[in-house]
């Protein structure tokens, strides 16, 4: 029982620690785009995942990508998707 809670507590620090640097990432300079790539790259390797997406969604229940980022390897679907039902 004693290591679970390690574990969560370990966890939990790990995860103010990641949003911490996020937080300094999206402040630190005034070129915002180029501090939501960094941080959608950030946010895409701490949680393990291909592609992280920022999404607007209009009142019709559709969508359309805003900010994308994707492993190296893969191909970017942001200008392939327009606007799309949810």
């Given at each position: 029982?004693?290591?679970d809670?390690?574990?969560?507590?370990?966890?939990?620090?790990?995860?103010?620690?990641?949003?911490?640097?996020?937080?300094?990432?999206?402040?630190?300079?005034?070129?915002?785009?180029?501090?939501?790539?960094?941080?959608?790259?950030?946010?895409?390797?701490?949680?393990?995942?291909?592609?992280?997406?920022?999404?607007?969604?209009?009142?019709d229940?559709?969508?359309?990508?805003?900010h994308?980022?994707?492993?190296?390897?893969?191909?970017?679907?942001?200008?392939?998707?327009?606007?799309?039902k949810c």
């Amino acid at each position: 029982m004693q290591t679970d809670w390690r574990n969560e507590e370990r966890n939990y620090n790990s995860d103010i620690k990641f949003l911490t640097r996020l937080n300094i990432t999206l402040t630190s300079d005034h070129d915002y785009r180029s501090n939501l790539d960094n941080a959608l790259k950030m946010i895409g390797t701490y949680c393990r995942n291909d592609r992280v997406h920022i999404i607007k969604i209009y009142p019709d229940m559709t969508f359309t990508l805003l900010h994308e980022w994707h492993k190296p390897s893969l191909p970017s679907i942001k200008n392939k998707s327009k606007k799309q039902k949810c």
